[in-house]
């Protein structure tokens, strides 16, 4: 089956850094989204990128699917930024139906 | 506009019972998907549902099944519990099969 790795597993950054988070995917996808789960559990999508690049605020994030990577960008890291940040891929044509990597936990610290 | 909603947020169930958590779908969202979280891990897709239709299913046992209503809300039933049973619920729904999906809160299920 397809295997989605996110590199790098844990990351602790001081307010105001900015990162760089990885997504590997192993097979062609039809479509890519990131999330973000805060501490509560909530997953809240931050984009749905099969391809290019998109922006929104402080966040912007590229996928590059001839090369089976996807990046999520974060400038100027906020407190409210902690929590494990997801990408989860479309394993079947069209339905959507998401196969989740193995996370990044981001720990933002004041 | 009313986001996706999840009931009951936490259950205690023992092993051998049976369990039915619900999902009220995004307004004008006709597609919803479950997925199982289990503690540390990343989520697992159990199904999804699109028109009242099964839309695809992951490596869930029949003992996982569902039901979309024609108003689009969904449960998802789980037959004789089993410790590992015990995990995040999340339900997720989009605009239609295919699209962004939008994630509820979670039912939390704690099998004892």
């Known amino acids: 089956g397809i295997q989605v790795e996110q590199s790098p597993p844990d990351l602790i950054l001081q307010e105001g850094a900015n990162s760089t988070l990885r997504c590997n995917f192993s097979?062609?996808?039809?479509?890519l989204q990131w999330f973000h789960q805060n501490p509560w559990g909530q997953l809240i999508n931050l984009f749905y990128?099969?391809?290019g690049t998109k922006q929104n605020g402080r966040l912007s994030a590229t996928t590059v699917a001839t090369e089976r990577y996807s990046l999520l960008y974060i400038s100027s890291s906020q407190t409210t930024d902690s929590g494990v940040y997801f990408c989860?891929?479309?394993?079947?044509?069209?339905?959507?139906?998401?196969?989740f990597g193995t996370g990044t936990r981001l720990t933002v610290i004041p | 506009e009313t986001g996706v909603t999840q009931s009951p947020t936490h259950l205690i169930k023992t092993r051998g019972q049976q369990v039915t958590l619900r999902c009220s779908s995004q307004?004008?969202?006709?597609?919803v998907s479950w997925y199982q979280q289990a503690l540390g891990q990343g989520p697992q897709f159990i199904f999804q549902?699109?028109?009242?239709?099964?839309?695809g299913r992951g490596n869930f046992p029949p003992r996982f099944s569902g039901l979309q209503f024609p108003n689009y809300s969904s449960e998802l039933n789980v037959n004789a519990l089993e410790l590992d049973d015990s995990a995040l619920y999340l339900c997720a729904s989009s605009f239609t099969s295919g699209d962004t999906q939008y994630f509820g809160p979670g039912t939390r299920l704690t099998v004892l």
């Open positions: 307004s004008g969202h006709n597609t």
């Open positions: 989860a891929v479309d394993i079947r044509t069209g339905a959507n139906n998401l196969f």
């Open positions: 097979d062609s996808v039809n479509n």
């Open positions: 990128i099969p391809s």
């Open positions: 549902y699109y028109r009242e239709e099964e839309n």
